[in-house]
């Protein structure tokens, strides 16, 4: 059983390009979250997605980030016209529907440095 | 406004000794489960623990356990026999079950545990 995928694991970009990064969550999972980690920091919410549906996105900042989940496919987590700030290490998780007691089960992360 | 507090910022452990990672935490919530994570410098986050806040027993899982008090909302870690390989980053998470963020979890600022052979 796949654990939560993510790709690419390294990512880079120049200044004002944009940045995809792709999430498949663990099989029978229908719950998808972002975090974003600074450097020396912990994790930050910023997205919360159900198929087709935003849930929360109150840690999502108001520009240039987006995120989806379609029907068929991964989630995808999108950066536009990227600033240095934005290098960090970003998240996905996800956790099975109804049971709330589960943990959410980490993606290995995407390392996105803008140069 | 700060609802995971970790005040260690740094531990050290000599090898096969047990060690206790802090964290208190701050929810007006009757309901929500406690997590602990490990994140080695590889950079994965793996999921050590949970504790429910109806659970009555302390959670153990092999070598971890958790403190659980929840009157002084506190939650700590103990790794007993450490080992080496334990060395790594360690955060404390709490995901809330009620009002509209029950589904987010909530991260302290980690613990960066060193173990000494």
């Known amino acids: 059983n796949a654990g939560v995928m993510q790709n690419p694991r390294h990512l880079v970009r120049r200044r004002g390009q944009e940045a995809r990064l792709r999430c498949s969550p663990m099989?029978?999972?229908?719950?998808v979250y972002w975090y974003r980690q600074l450097p020396e920091e912990g994790l930050k919410f910023m997205v919360y997605?159900?198929?087709?549906?935003?849930?929360?996105e109150s840690g999502m900042p108001k520009e240039r980030f987006s995120a989806e989940f379609p029907k068929e496919g991964p989630s995808i987590l999108r950066i536009q016209q990227v600033v240095r700030g934005d290098s960090a290490a970003y998240f996905c998780?996800?956790?099975?529907?109804?049971?709330?007691?589960?943990?959410?089960?980490f993606g290995p992360g995407t390392r996105l440095t803008v140069t | 406004a700060q609802k995971i507090t970790q005040t260690q910022p740094g531990m050290f452990v000599q090898e096969k000794e047990a060690v206790t990672l802090d964290c208190t935490y701050d929810?007006?919530?009757?309901?929500?489960?406690l997590f602990w994570y490990k994140q080695p410098s590889s950079g994965e986050m793996i999921f050590l623990i949970y504790?429910?806040?109806?659970?009555?027993q302390n959670a153990t899982e092999g070598r971890y356990s958790l403190n659980f008090q929840k009157a002084r909302k506190s939650a700590n870690l103990v790794i007993s026999a450490s080992q080496l390989g334990d060395s790594a980053m360690y955060f404390c998470?709490?995901?809330?079950?009620?009002?509209?963020?029950?589904?987010?979890?909530?991260f302290g600022p980690g613990t960066s545990l060193s173990v000494i052979p």
């Open positions: 998780a996800s956790s099975p529907p109804l049971d709330r007691r589960y943990e959410q089960y």
């Open positions: 099989k029978g999972h229908s719950h």
């Open positions: 997605l159900q198929k087709e549906n935003i849930i929360d």
């Open positions: 929810t007006s919530d009757q309901s929500y489960g």
């Open positions: 504790q429910g806040s109806y659970d009555e």
């Open positions: 998470a709490m995901r809330e079950m009620g009002g509209t963020s029950y589904d987010k979890v909530i």
